[in-house]
């Protein structure tokens, strides 16, 4: 069994998996660090230079590889659940926990990391808060579909995060960590 966390970016999936993993005495990963490892360059660049179709269709075997592993705290892409076939191997892999904030909040998170504009493109002509409720609005019935359990991340602090979930799916206890 692994966990994985969906969401659009800047809602805390990457701080989350880690701090779940340290939890539960499992590994981590973000996806989107992952695929930038395997392809060489920023997703920016990957779009660029290959298009959003590409990056998608590496997504996909990245993802499907992530899900088969076990004990596994996964930080998925944004739009990975908007592919089936992601959908079905993060259902397969554990539990999905849907990541939530409003898109005000998503875009001043975004806005206060710098790293943000050189590592992930515009999906839109519209950019800014524009495009955050333009794909809100397209990947929230996806993300509701996907997910087991949906966590709303603000005001909230990591920590609390981290127990709630751990809590809501029963994933405290020593068996997780060893299990028999």
Known sequence: MSLILIGYRATGKTTLARLLAER???DW???DVE???RAGKSIARIFAEEGEAAFRDIEVRVTAELCRRERLVIAAGGGAPMREENRR???AAG????LRALPEMIHRRMSGDATTAGRRPDLTDRGGLGEIVELLRRREPIYRETALL???TEGRLPEQLAAEILRRLSLGSDAVRNPS
Do not use: K, Q, S
């Open 95 to 98: 539990p999905v926990v849907w």
């Open 24 to 26: 539960l005495g499992w």
């Open 35 to 37: 695929i930038e490892r």
């Open 89 to 91: 191997a993060m259902r």
């Open 150 to 152: 949906e966590i709303d």
């Open 29 to 31: 990963v973000d996806a």
